[in-house]
């Protein structure tokens, strides 16, 4: 949707550097996530925010770290990238699940190579 | 931890032919999102299923949920080029606001015209 976009869309970068995505959504949601995506293995949780103040730890989060600067917006930062974090990055928002359906809108993603 | 597997992972089908997916959890569930992904695109909820044995259509597409919440499937009737894609189910295990959904490994659909 192109309510949630993602920066950069694609990314080359060496072995050791610093990288950060960023991910700004219009949904006015609270929720918000990052995957990774690999072959075969679908979508992996790097991380999740509730709100501003609360992060938490998903599947994945070794050699990560995020950021929820405001609500709508939650980087993604690889201190020092290595080649087996090339992948896709996709950031996803939700609304507050109360029982409803809580759909996740996903950005375009970022793909990621990591020489 | 609650794993979410799907098979098959891969299927080619002809146009016209049938498909079905199937997503199985290792715990029960207290709902299943079923989420479309095109080639170069992301993924696109499709719908959600809470009730042991529901039953919803879309359509050509189908979407079951098991009677003990553990399992689902999709089927697609008569195959179109448009159904090519990737297929995810999403399980959330907790009925708190607090329990994030686990995505299966999708399974991937090729239509041969």
């Known amino acids: 949707d192109a309510d949630v976009t993602q920066t950069p869309r694609n990314r080359i970068t060496k072995t050791g550097k610093r990288i950060m995505l960023e991910c700004s959504q219009t949904?006015?949601?609270?929720?918000m996530y990052w995957y990774r995506q690999d072959p075969g293995l679908g979508l992996r949780l790097i991380y999740y925010?509730?709100?501003?103040?609360?992060?938490n730890k998903g599947e994945i989060s070794d050699g990560y770290s995020v950021s929820r600067q405001a609500q709508a917006k939650f980087s993604l930062s690889l201190e020092s990238a290595i080649p087996n974090q090339t992948a896709l990055y996709f950031c996803?928002?939700?609304?507050?699940?109360?029982?409803?359906?809580?759909?996740?809108?996903f950005g375009p993603g970022t793909r990621l190579t990591v020489l | 931890g609650q794993q979410v597997m799907q098979i098959p992972q891969y299927q080619h089908v002809q146009e016209g032919e049938d498909f079905t997916t199937y997503c199985n959890s290792s715990?029960?569930?207290?709902?299943i999102q079923w989420y479309k992904q095109r080639p170069g695109g992301h993924p696109v909820f499709l719908i959600q299923?809470?009730?042991?044995?529901e039953v919803k259509k879309q359509k050509r597409l189908t979407f079951q949920f098991g009677e003990a919440k553990k399992n689902s499937s999709l089927h697609i009737t008569a195959t179109q080029t448009t159904d090519v894609g990737t297929y995810f189910c999403?399980?959330?295990?907790?009925?708190?606001?607090?329990?994030?959904?686990?995505f299966g490994p999708g399974t991937s659909l090729s239509v041969i015209p």
């Open positions: 999403a399980g959330r295990e907790g009925r708190t606001s607090y329990d994030k959904v686990i």
């Open positions: 715990t029960t569930l207290s709902n």
């Open positions: 925010s509730f709100d501003v103040k609360d992060i």
């Open positions: 299923l809470v009730k042991s044995g």
């Open positions: 949904k006015g949601h609270d929720r």
């Open positions: 996803a928002t939700s609304d507050l699940w109360q029982g409803a359906v809580n759909e996740q809108f």
